[in-house]
């Protein structure tokens, strides 16, 4: 049974930083390509990050860009999400997704809460 489990959200102020994890079980992380995405309240579910699995490339919604570092511990089965220089409108529930052509993995979420 794959299992996403996502840990390491909280409250922070506005400019602060939190790093995310995201640990796998059930599948094979290595082949996987790993994405974080977020939903804030009355919102849609957005894209932030992914890390491929091939050649370790990442894209970021130009929302984080610069702001936000993905990156994979394949040791570990994790992946991370570290946030910096947090804004208000970052606050939302964040997902890690594992992906394949074939397959498509959520983890339930862990809640971000940014105050000002």
């Known amino acids: 049974q794959v299992q996403l489990v996502e840990s390491g959200g909280g409250l922070v102020q506005a400019g602060g930083s939190l790093r995310l994890s995201c640990t796998a079980s059930?599948?094979?992380?290595?082949?996987?390509?790993m994405a974080w995405f977020r939903q804030a309240p009355g919102k849609e579910r957005e894209f932030v990050a992914y890390?491929?699995?091939?050649?370790?490339?990442?894209y970021y919604a130009d929302s984080v860009k610069g702001r936000f570092t993905i990156s994979r511990d394949i040791a570990k089965n994790t992946v991370y999400l570290q946030m910096n220089n947090l804004k208000l409108e970052d606050a939302a529930v964040y997902y890690c997704?594992?992906?394949?052509?074939?397959?498509?993995?959520w983890g339930q979420g862990t809640q971000v809460t940014v105050s000002s």
């Open positions: 997704n594992a992906i394949t052509i074939y397959d498509d993995y």
């Open positions: 890390h491929v699995h091939k050649d370790g490339s990442t």
């Open positions: 059930g599948l094979t992380f290595n082949q996987y390509t």
